[in-house]
């Protein structure tokens, strides 16, 4: 990576923020609904790609972080009554919560073996969602109704349901996870990040903590991943056992690696991109997951560094 | 992953120019795709349009083509007899994958990008209720072919509706007085570890002790298993009734192993036909359940004494004297539970009738015409059999089959009353804003 002014980077990020707002306006109905799911989704994707394209660690559970966002704000919304703003705090502390575990426990190994603990523990996840299904509804999931997915603010309440509304919210989730990401890639922080992804020993032996830091980023990464499940939550009203099958494990490894990784944009390209192959293929043939394959073995052949990823490497050596 | 030449740098191939402009000029089409098109206003001459969310692809997709190889006939046969109000129907088919998510977001699609009308199909509990919410805030109606009791529970929204087939607490509850009476009063149930099995967990006990028959064990295997050898033991000794409910591809094996386990000697066996639905109830392993009872919505062997409007109907979709598709008869049909979709696009065209309906703007004349049907008689549109419909739960009831297994066939033993389903309703949607 080349070194860019901060400028120049940030004005970057805010003209694509600024864009995702304008499309709000031109998008038609139904592509204007999808886009906020892309959003919350990217979300997803943004915390997947801190600890896969920055650190390095290539984990096969990222659904667990999910669905604890996801439930951790439906349940306390269906069950208890809260309001959206503490049912969104709910989910993020619950996914952070869990990543600290999940973390303290999967960070003693490390390549393979992490993949597999961290697929292992999102099992576990997933079958004590189905254990407990007299409050998690199970395989079948939660509706979580109309009347309470609406903020109120000052007097004005505002509806989740409202396709402007929703697509804000996840526009300003995808805002501040973005902005995020792109200070933490750019700090310090960051850079040892990297480090470590490029050679932990050498990190080490330099005097940099590198346990520390990685169970930082895998908290942070579980945070912003249950933040994104949350708002799914809040804002599309569904909870289900689905979200933490390793199908959603999977889905945002698929994202990063073709929007690239270890790029801030990347996840939101390859999420933009996923979706609108599926999208416009699924109208024409049911063999839809064929395109997407072929799709992702072009890409991993002609571009394995992703989209971002190649466009960094080709043209824009600054980009983050 | 990483490696320390490069991360991620699977091949040192890089990309040249002309294949970026591919990719770009690609990127461009998909933008400018059919999809991008805003659509026009139906007119009042064109077509009706019904989305319709089919499980194409994912676990449903045997479910997926009957129900609409289904719904094509009835369609057929509506727009034979003149249509809607005059007006032709047009099926408009996504796939939703068997995925809650996909499912919510065809749901947008039929209403905000094809603008059809109402959206129907669809029988996974879970992309029925994970598409409910996307239904409620569209205000489209949503009339499903799920068997869940998740409409009549009144947790999802006042646009779903599930007029043309039972629910299966209805289902389980009208068993109960022919399994105490025929097969006996000591019941064992067996049932996957998840929301299916739960209804029948819950359903079952409370149904059958009204009838002066207890549940004595009650065996929940969980999702993962494909061995069941292992659960047999804790069956007791004195059970008269095993009750099953497996599904999904471990019904073969778990069939087997519970022959291997009883040898000759077996209690009653009593099963729901959503076990077996598209599989040959003479595949290798099934011998054992020769003589048992099973649940069928609607028989899948042509029965003696069926009616004329039944004889149609099976015409009509193409399903031969055996529930197989007519000329192959290893393509075994879902005929339990996908003569609801025909029934229910006749709920539809009765309601868009009484509604006047003429386009979208008439959706909530349409919901509150659907609310106020009240009976279904039996005839070509409900070729199952009569119905009454609580416009309250949004959900019909109507008769059931109880059939055996005798010669490779299944055989209807008993036909249950409308009365045997019916329950305390736990709601009412009519209270719910339009």
């Known amino acids: ?320 | 992953m990483a490696d320390k030449n490069g991360f991620f740098d699977l091949s040192k191939k890089s990309l040249s120019r002309r294949t970026a402009l591919k990719g770009m000029a690609a990127g461009a089409g998909l933008a400018l795709a059919p999809g991008f098109v805003r659509y026009s206003q139906a007119q009042s001459s064109a077509p009706i349009k019904i989305g319709f969310q089919s499980h194409r692809t994912g676990i449903g997709a045997a479910y997926g083509r009957w129900y609409e190889k289904t719904s094509a006939a009835a369609v057929k046969a509506i727009n034979d007899a003149g249509g809607i109000n005059g007006r032709k129907v047009e099926l408009v088919i996504e796939d939703d994958g068997t995925d809650p998510a996909r499912g919510a977001e065809v749901v947008n699609k039929f209403a905000k990008q094809h603008k059809t009308d109402i959206v129907f199909g669809t029988l996974f509990s879970h992309v029925v209720i994970g598409s409910a919410p996307a239904a409620g805030e569209n205000k489209i109606p949503y009339f499903v072919v799920s068997e869940g009791h998740h409409v009549a529970s009144t947790k999802l929204n006042r646009y779903v509706f599930q007029p043309g087939i039972t629910d299966v607490k209805s289902q389980i509850q009208s068993m109960a007085p022919w399994i105490a009476a025929n097969a006996g009063k000591k019941v064992t149930q067996i049932f996957p570890d998840f929301a299916f099995g739960y209804d029948h967990r819950d359903y079952l006990p409370p149904a059958l002790k009204a009838q002066g028959a207890n549940v004595i064990a009650q065996i929940a295997i969980p999702p993962t298993e494909s061995s069941f050898t292992k659960y047999f033991p804790q069956i007791p000794a004195e059970t008269e009734v095993i009750y099953h409910v497996m599904v999904g591809p471990a019904v073969l094996t778990f069939v087997k192993e519970l022959g291997e386990f009883y040898g000759s000697q077996r209690p009653q066996l009593f099963g729901f036909m959503d076990s077996l639905e598209a599989v040959d109830i003479n595949s290798p392993g099934l011998e054992f359940l020769d003589g048992s009872h099973f649940w069928e919505g609607s028989p899948r062997y042509a029965q003696p004494d069926d009616s004329a409007a039944q004889k149609a109907y099976r015409a009509a979709v193409g399903i031969d004297d055996n529930g197989a598709a007519v000329g192959d008869p290893k393509d075994i049909s879902t005929a339990s539970h996908m003569f609801g979709c025909w029934e229910t696009l006749y709920v539809v065209k009765k309601a868009m009738e009484d509604a006047g309906y003429k386009g979208p703007e008439d959706r909530a004349k349409l919901v509150e015409a659907t609310e106020a049907l009240k009976e279904f008689a039996e005839g070509p549109e409900h070729p199952q059999g009569p119905k009454t419909f609580n416009g309250k739960i949004h959900q019909c009831f109507g008769i059931q089959n109880i059939s055996k297994v005798e010669g490779g066939k299944l055989k209807v033993v008993h036909k249950t009353k409308i009365e045997d389903g019916l329950y305390e309703p736990e709601g009412d949607y009519t209270t719910q804003a339009l």
């Open chain 1, 1 to 320: 990576m080349r070194d860019a002014s901060p400028a120049k980077t940030y004005a970057l990020h805010i003209v694509v923020i600024a864009l995702l707002f304008a499309l709000n306006f031109v998008l038609p109905d139904y592509h204007q609904g999808l886009f906020a799911r892309i959003m919350a989704l990217a979300v997803f994707a943004m915390g997947y790609n801190l600890l896969f394209g920055y650190v390095g660690l290539l984990s096969l559970g990222h659904a667990m972080f999910f669905s604890a966002g996801l439930y951790g704000a439906g349940l306390t919304v269906y069950h208890l009554g809260w309001g959206v703003p503490e049912a969104f705090l709910a989910g993020i502390v619950s996914g952070a919560l869990l990543a600290l575990a999940i973390g303290l426990l999967a960070l003693r190994t490390s390549g393979v073996a992490f993949m597999i603990v961290t697929m292992m523990f999102a099992q576990v996840f997933y079958l004590l969602i189905l254990y407990f299904a007299a409050w998690t509804g199970g395989d079948q999931g939660l509706v979580i109704q109309q009347a309470s997915r609406a903020i109120a603010i000052g007097g004005v309440s505002l509806d989740l349901t409202n396709p402007t509304v929703r697509y804000m919210g996840a526009l300003a989730l995808f805002s501040v996870v973005l902005l995020i990401t792109l200070a933490i890639v750019r700090s310090r922080f960051g850079r040892v990040l990297v480090a470590i992804r490029e050679n932990e020993e050498r990190t080490k032996m330099l005097g940099y903590d590198t346990v520390t830091s990685k169970l930082i980023a895998v908290i942070t990464s579980g945070a912003i991943c249950a933040a994104s499940g949350a708002a799914y939550a809040l804002l599309f009203g569904y909870v289900g056992s689905n979200f933490a099958s390793i199908q959603y494990s999977i889905l945002p490894l698929l994202w990063v690696l073709l929007g690239g990784a270890a790029t801030t944009l990347g996840p939101l390209i390859g999420t933009l991109f996923m979706y609108y192959v599926t999208d416009i293929t699924s109208g024409f043939t049911s063999a839809y997951l064929l395109i997407v394959g072929v799709a992702l073995i072009l890409l991993v052949l002609f571009a394995p560094k992703g989209i971002m990823g190649s466009i960094r490497e080709r043209w824009l050596g600054w980009l983050p």
